[in-house]
């Protein structure tokens, strides 16, 4: 099945999906989780992997049981819509698969293998870089506040300064995220944007403003150098059947991006 840009299947009662353009790489691992399940355990009616769950334990340890990986070598970003791009090593990894949080940081990348990089999201935007040159992953949690201060240009960056990549060597997927048609503004975050990043990426319609934050993030790393760029298109205020929508339905609910080397 295909939504958007993303290929999706059913694993074991789980629906996951996967980027078309990251597909090709077999030393990548990674995919993005939908509310989507079909298990024995009944009393999981959908996916859930914030921590706000009080059940979120077996939430990961089903899904990752199922998908055949280790939960502890897991690394959690706090998500503070800041641009902070912190590098994860294995003695950042603790006994407690849900205490590997990196604090005050958007973004994590790695050149471990085995290590898997994990974001949370309800509508904002995620960024998966990988460069098969290095064998280097990364990946950042962008919403509106932070594409304003541009936190996928700095995960590029962080890539190039910590493992000396070659940003036309990086292959970046867009996922699933707000997208241009839904993401409403007040006329005080049109006029931000703007002033950042010119008129073109915001939409005036009716008397109400639209974002497109799916082309800003990739103006901003096609700027410096990013040449493989795909743009899931799934918009996940359109997509609540397989996708949380903060802004759709005011939900605490998350699902993640997982990424990782293998090994």
Request: contains cysteine; charged residues 25%; positive net charge.
């Amino acid at each position: 099945m295909q939504i958007g840009n993303y290929i999706c299947k059913e694993i074991y009662g789980i629906t996951i999906c996967k980027s078309r353009l990251l597909l090709q790489f077999r030393e990548l691992n990674h995919f993005v989780t939908t509310r989507k399940v079909r298990l024995e355990d009944k009393k999981i009616k959908e996916l859930d992997l914030s921590f706000n769950n009080e059940d979120f334990d077996k939430h990961y340890k089903v899904l990752f049981e199922k998908l055949g990986l280790s939960l502890n070598k897991l690394v959690f970003t706090n998500q503070v819509h800041g641009n902070n791009i912190e590098y994860v090593s294995e003695e950042m990894l603790t006994n407690k698969y849900y205490e590997n949080i990196i604090k005050e940081t958007d973004g994590l990348i790695t050149d471990v293998k085995g290590i898997y990089l994990v974001t949370k999201y309800a509508d904002c935007v995620p960024i998966i870089a990988y460069d098969p040159i290095k064998n280097v992953v990364g990946v950042a949690h962008s919403g509106w506040r932070g594409t304003l201060i541009e936190t996928p240009k700095h995960l590029i960056i962080k890539m190039v300064n910590k493992f000396g990549s070659d940003p036309s060597n990086i292959f970046v997927s867009i996922g699933p995220s707000i997208g241009p048609e839904s993401f409403e503004v007040g006329k005080d975050v049109a006029e931000k944007f703007v002033l950042k990043f010119g008129g073109n990426y915001v939409i005036e319609k009716h008397g109400k403003f639209y974002i497109n934050l799916w082309q800003i993030v990739e103006k901003q790393i096609a700027e410096i150098g990013v040449r493989n760029i795909e743009v899931s298109m799934i918009d996940t205020f359109k997509n609540i059947g397989y996708f949380y929508s903060y802004r759709k339905e005011k939900t605490p609910k998350r699902f993640a991006v997982v990424v990782g080397l293998v090994e």
